[in-house]
């Protein structure tokens, strides 16, 4: 009687579908350390019925705060990773299947909403189980999806609108952002961007850009796992390699994985150079053991259905993998066996997302491009480049010098730089998944953006 | 009695002096994890009757290991932190005053020996208290306190002696050896040396090195602190500002300050550019407050009987300055309190230790250099380009290519090269005290040097 009365109260305030209330009741039982609403279901666009994506809404007291979207990339990897790794209001301790509270939770200032996309990732999936896809279906069926959220949550129609994510999401949130720039009839209020060590350039991510993937040598370089002898070979060939599958280029990316040895047996973190490879037993409540992807250069060759090499996944197999907590997530039968990231069968564009970003500053969208500077597999080298591109082709002005930033207790947190339209921070010592490495710098980035706080400066 | 007879009993089985033992009943009382002998008194060389070094010696139960000498830099600062904070057999838990033992002290494979040098450095005084010298200086006066050493100990004199330390130790350690070399009379059983982060190259170190410090401009540049469009432009001028004191090039330093705001006021670790900057309260047992120096581009300015700058010195001051642990480590009235660096009248040699190489070279003196390649005061970056020069100068094949190397659970080490002659280890993710920040990959380092174990490569 209480517990109906609850969920009225509940469903009262927020006005969200009672289907989709995660029962508050069991957050003792999963010992979650979190006492507000949250949401777990499923987006179901009217234009594409046999599609099925699943999301997580943790909706602030404070109903005027804008919304955040986060999104993960691979493509295929789950965005629970963002909500129960990264940026949510509860999330493992790192190598452990146990919650804490995030302290440096996004959803402090936000209404955070995760969603698995495209379907086939995670809980998300179509009923015909096809996951064949490409840039462009996903940003239309994102768009879609986000016409479903507003259908279910119709009270944050009016909030403002920021989409955040790393890694391929970097290619996911400019698609969407231009999706509902050219629907401008749905009035999403869409305000603005945030990407960390994302796919932008051509050069970065694309199936082209991997037959000398040049800005991920010079990181490697500058961080002295190449030598300097190498360094200013591949510097002399760069221009005639990048793109280039001829030979001679081929044989000199096989020089440096030779003397890299990345490909080799021991354990390099491609996520995190300075870090850890995480590899502790992962398992299943069922005791299925869960296989790591190996070590590779480039770990996106090789998420086929398992964990990427060296990531923190105990606490998401133990959860999402339990029927219990299944069951608790509103999970549909239809939905396949959670996993961190999935095989898809999906087209790349080979130009990227760097072509869109004129249109989206043209529009004044809000642009955060951000980048743990210790990340081998997205890494700043290129993220630097294309921005330098983009200023001198569009003749941007800057605003604020390169200079560094720093956290509450004045500790050096990174460095940042803003062009017209563009702001770019840098988060040092964080690797690839930057809310997770750096909470507290994460949000004050984050933060500062949306509600253009200055940054510390001293 | 039973305290009498132990003490003849050690004696008898070291030879060691028994003034000099440090009263192992007391181990408790200072909560000491460690159960075997040790030594701490002072050198006091025959030929320099004023001079009083202060020592520590940890001997090995295995009497036929080498003997290491451990000099810490500055010039200026105590060996203490090296045999406390780094690789002696019980050391600091970091930021605390309570010791631990260390499973990574070098003392494992080798009878470790820390000597405070030059006199006026830590317990180290001479009669009159003055503290002039220069490297000439400092070498000939360690030479004759080694003499003093063997003749405390002669029962070492046999054994095989490795120099090692770090940062301006990389001056003290090959004009040491050198004097070894030019006195062979002597007969002292010179090895190898091991230097971490040192001083060796012109450009490092000297006062005219100071003028346009390239390589520490190149390092912060490939760590993201300075900006590509500066890093270009100081690569244009480098041949122009090195070592020249002219307008436009302080301008361009002025520039650095600026883009980096190192001189400024958020806290940023020179020591260690990923670590955290250390400045919690440092109080001596008395309740004095001991006064950190002031965060600097270069910290070397700015040593002026102070803490360097972010360093962890909690430990050390709550121990070194008390009176009760002074008596323990029969420290005479004469020595001044103890200080982690002290300001010496100090005259560098303005071609620093590069040109001593090919001498100690062709003696077959072993040579390790080693870096941690995150250390923003003798960065990876200088060492590099004089080892290369050395090897072009010298025409030296190289032994091993550039490779990774890793630890005993796989993960990655680090990288070494090995020309003819001399090997270079990097230790990833470690700063300018590298046996502090990366204690295993230390010890297998210094061990693997030491008894020509071959790297693990796969």
Redesign the interface.
Known sequence: MQYIFLLISLSAIFCGPPSDLVDPFQYEYFKIPYNKTMYSGYLEPEDIPDHHFHYIFYPNDKSDLPVILWLNGGPGCSSLTGAMIENGPFVFIGGTPIFEENKYSWGKFAHMLYVETPVGVGFSYKNDGNTTTSDDVTAQNNYYMLLAFYRKFPEYKNNELYIAGESYAGTYIPTLVNKIIDNSQSNIRIRGMMIGNGCTDASECTKEAKYFPYYKFQFLA?????????EEYIEIHKAKCQFNKEQFCQDLYQDILT???LD?????NPYN??G??FQPPVETPQGERIPYAKNKFDPFDIIQGHIPPCSDAVGLYHYLRDDEFRKYLNIHPQSDQWAKCQSLNYTKDPRATYHLYPKIMAKGIKILKFSG??DGVVP?TGT?YWI?KLQKELNLPTIQ????W?KS????AG?L?EIDGLLFV?V??AGHMVPADQKEAAFIMAHNFIFDVPF???
Chains 1, 2 share one sequence.
Do not use: A, M
């Open positions: 500058n961080h002295n796992f190449i030598s300097q002898k190498l003397e890299t040895n080799g047996t021991y354990e390099y150079i300075y850890t490879c500077d210790v700043i630097i330098e010098q390169w200079r560094p720093f207790n004045k500790q050096n460095n730089w840098s040092r010592n510390s400066e001293e």
